[in-house]
């Protein structure tokens, strides 16, 4: 199907991002997976072609791009030709916009040149061990003193936890209201400040996602970003944005994967003739087809309405969950498809299989997105009731 939502300038950006992450990033991916990460220069070399933060003001070194539609490139083409692992969106749309977004003056000078630059490295901490998915009962704690705040807590399950630089770290600041938040910016290094060992995956063996400690860490107050009362609020402001971004990332690699089986059953041959000729291959094909195409359409237009800034929660969280669980079940198909070559790890569906199945889970389960649908519809019991 042809995409009607990039114009000519936006073919030509993929033409060089493509280049890249198949001479750049592709290449390493097989090492990376067996060391438990990137290399940090895969992010140094992304900043250096001018692919990071492509939305941040050109005064800090970034293109002042607001248009989603590049970096909806930039991850599509990841997601095609270099590993998922690198996990580009994640500095770029879903750590980056806090600080660029939040962040005064002086704050953005400091800290946004390397970020464009790749030489420092994001992540941020929400998880904790017994709180999954609801922020609200969140341990970790800031406690306000004269020139710092002090952060106690642990946070899991961490993306680019070994590698970050700079963790953006949520934290209750009242013991009595618990949607008190506040986001505070940990720089490596500080004392108190300690990394797990990388967890151990089903899949994305080259995300380094580890454990954070904070034992009295002393937070600068110049490294506070807005207010540290309305955290809570701000990661709600950013969830619409963040949750289609995964969209985008979960829809290249259904694509991916279909584009991968499609040439499989032209070439594998069963019974005299190649298995794509059987019906069931055909209608199998022809319906993923169907649905990635159908849900391509919406998600596109997700990233329109983001341009626009008209992108609400509830439209965000049908996007990831269409998206979301679709490449779940092109993923299924598609091993299935392979027969026994599927289940073997030289081909790269069966990598690809046990990498998406995080997709349903984080920012979100699926049962989280259904929840907000759901109440959008005016089905939320405390109004029921």
């Known amino acids: ?55 941040a003001d050109e005064k800090y070194g970034g293109a002042g791009i607001s248009d989603l539609r590049y970096e909806q490139i930039v991850s599509e083409e990841n997601m095609r030709h270099g590993d998922p692992g690198f996990y580009i969106h994640l500095h770029s749309n879903l750590v980056a916009p806090y600080l660029g977004h939040l962040g005064n003056d002086e704050q953005k000078a400091r800290w946004l040149p390397d970020c464009i630059s790749g030489n420092k490295i994001l992540a941020i901490a929400l998880t904790e061990p017994h709180a999954g998915s609801d922020l609200a009962a969140m341990r970790t704690t800031a406690v306000e ?22 963790v953006i770290v949520a934290a209750r600041t009242s013991k009595a209201e618990k949607h008190r938040v506040g986001l505070f910016v940990v720089e490596a290094g500080q004392a108190g400040f300690a990394r797990g060992q990388r967890l151990k995956k089903m899949g994305l063996d080259s995300q380094d996602t580890s454990e954070l400690f904070f034992e009295d860490v002393r937070v600068p107050k110049d490294n506070v970003l807005g207010d540290p009362e309305r955290g809570f609020h701000y990661l709600t402001e950013f969830l619409a944005g963040e949750r289609v971004v995964v969209a985008i990332a979960a829809l290249a690699a259904a694509q991916t994967a279909f584009d991968l089986t499609l040439d499989y059953v032209k070439e594998r041959g069963a019974f005299g003739r ?7 291959s055909r209608f199998e094909l022809a319906r993923m087809r169907a649905e990635i195409d159908t849900v391509q359409t919406f998600v596109d237009q997700c990233v329109m309405l983001q341009n ?19 490449e779940g079940t092109v993923m299924d198909r598609c091993v299935q498809l392979h027969g026994g070559a599927g289940y073997m790890q030289e081909y790269r ?3 690809m299989y046990t990498d998406a199945r995080v997709s349903r889970i984080f920012a979100g389960t699926s049962e989280i997105m259904l929840e907000i649908i759901g109440r959008g519809l005016g089905l939320d019991e405390r109004k029921l009731n």
Not at 3 to 28: C, K, L
Not at 37 to 43: K, P
Not at 310 to 316: K, Q, R, V
């Open 1 to 55: 199907m042809k995409r009607t939502i990039f114009e000519p300038e936006h073919e030509q950006f993929r033409d060089t991002v493509r280049r890249f992450f198949q001479n750049e990033i592709g290449p390493h991916a097989e090492r990376w997976r067996e060391q438990g990460h990137v290399d940090r220069e895969a992010y140094v070399k992304a900043g250096e072609l001018g692919l990071l933060l492509t939305w």
């Open 145 to 166: 003193e004269d020139d710092c705040w002090v952060l106690n807590g642990s946070k899991t399950y961490i993306s680019n936890g070994q590698l970050a630089d700079l």
């Open 274 to 280: 190649p298995i794509g000729m059987f019906q069931n």
């Open 308 to 326: 626009d800034k008209a992108l609400d929660g509830d439209t965000a969280a049908a996007a990831k969950l269409m998206a979301t669980e679709l």
């Open 349 to 351: 569906i069966c990598r």
